[in-house]
């Protein structure tokens, strides 16, 4: 079974890249994040590729993944960082991007959050609200910075065919601005001389399957714009697609390509991709702590949780799950669940696969996007270990300790 270029089972074994996965779980144990920063490298290359003729500029979105590994082998490869908080634009920092490289975007940011982000220098502000204009221009204006590059996020009012918890351009949806409030942004712009606005941003949604809304979207971008020649810059955001099972199929970049270029031409192009880039390099490893029989339906309880990928819980995500060794082949309709005191602490429900005994170890697929970066430390669970193999495919090395203990109890009273 092949899930990508670097992650495949080979006879019996799943293997990432030139490595068994259950040779690093025996010597790092469970619940454990393991990436491939070879096909993080990949998945890079191919979005730059595809969009290589519009000339967009890549900042990964690290709100899919904020791991210092994977930032540094992106900004190593020249990818400038999509940051939604001080924490994230810390964490970019920290892996090498130069702060020009950095977008500062996010529907609250606080007044101390842009000040810092303007003394660092960081290049872009995505601004949502008609207030972070004053708080950017008093920043700059304070220290003497001129000309802070701004994109007004324009809410569309297209609703994107995706799961309703990760849609945003929707009117209802507390993201971007008005039509009306970009335009009298744009009007009133020279009350803000150490502001360059010069940039729009649209983003409608994660999980993007249909280009028609990205399109639609778009059109509507530039027909707002077009009375405003000093907007050069448009940032589409992310929201490419992935498959989340192994033979599904996902739409072309190539076709989205072709769809947008015709609106592109004459500006500069931004996207801020996360999911594209590192969800199918990811892998989050349990093992099978208990197996029971209940109401007729067969339930493997095993060490990874809500804790470590919430995404079944949230928004009913559904992750292949597949042994590090597959010693049967046997199949079995189960449940596969957490040891989180909540109903909602399911992996999996109903789910055809491989028979189970307490000990095997399983991968949970498509785990490398907002799997650890939205793990908590619910029930007091320590956050798991996260390990990386090297671009070169034959070695792993441990990227982020698990947590321990006194992690848990450091910061109280
Ligand atoms: N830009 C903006 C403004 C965003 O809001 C997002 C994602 C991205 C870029 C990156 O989108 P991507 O390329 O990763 O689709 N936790 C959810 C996804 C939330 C997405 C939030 N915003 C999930 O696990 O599906």
Not at 2 to 18: E, G, H, P
Not at 47 to 61: M, Q
Not at 143 to 154: D, H, T
Not at 286 to 309: N, P, R
Request: hydrophobic residues 45%.
């Amino acid at each position: 079974m092949v899930f990508n270029s670097s992650i495949r089972v080979v006879d019996t074994r799943l293997m990432i890249d030139d490595l068994p996965v259950d040779a690093i779980a025996r010597e790092l144990e469970t619940p454990l994040y393991l990436y491939s920063l070879k096909r993080i490298q990949e998945n890079y290359r191919r979005l730059k590729a595809a969009f290589e003729s519009v000339g967009a500029r890549i900042h990964y979105s690290a709100k899919a993944n904020s791991n210092a590994a994977i930032l540094r082998t992106l900004v190593d490869e020249g990818a400038g960082i999509d940051a939604v908080s001080g924490g994230e634009i810390a964490r970019a920092l920290h892996a090498g991007a130069a702060a020009q490289d950095i977008v500062f975007a996010g529907v609250g940011k606080t007044a101390a959050e842009i000040a810092s982000a303007v003394e660092r220098g960081v290049g872009w502000f995505n601004v949502e609200n008609e207030l972070e204009l004053q708080y950017i221009n008093e920043a700059a204006s304070s220290i003497g910075r001129e000309k802070a590059q701004v994109a007004l996020r324009f809410n569309p009012e297209v609703s994107a065919n995706t799961h309703p918890h990760i849609s945003t351009g929707h009117g209802g949806a507390k993201f971007g601005l008005t039509a009306g409030a970009i335009g009298d942004a744009l009007e009133q712009s020279e009350r803000f001389p150490c502001l360059s606005v010069c940039g729009i941003h649209v983003h409608i949604g994660s999980q993007l399957a249909d280009s028609a809304a990205t399109v639609q979207a778009l059109a509507k971008t530039k027909q707002l714009i077009i009375p405003y020649p000093e907007i050069h810059t448009i940032n589409l955001g992310g929201g490419f697609p992935v498959a989340y099972r192994h033979d599904q199929p996902i739409p072309s970049l190539e076709n989205l390509v072709n769809r947008i270029a015709p609106h592109l031409h004459g500006y500069q192009v931004l996207l801020e991709p996360g999911r594209a880039i590192v969800a199918d390099a990811g892998i989050l490893v349990a093992t099978v702590l208990y197996v029971k029989e209940l109401a007729g339906k067969t339930f493997y309880i095993v060490d990874a949780s809500m804790t470590e990928l919430i995404r079944p819980a949230l928004y009913g995500a559904q992750h292949e799950i597949v042994p590090l060794v597959q010693s049967n082949d046997e199949r079995v309709l189960a449940q596969v669940v957490g040891p989180v005191c909540e109903s909602t602490d399911v992996l999996a429900i109903d789910r055809e696969m491989a028979r189970l005994q307490v000990g095997d170890q399983v991968a949970i697929m498509t785990a490398g996007a907002y799997g650890m970066a939205m793990a908590s430390n619910y029930n007091s669970r320590a956050r798991p270990a996260e390990a990386v193999v090297a671009v070169a495919g034959d070695s792993w090395s441990l990227s982020r300790r698990r947590e321990t203990i006194e992690d848990l109890l450091r910061l109280e009273a």
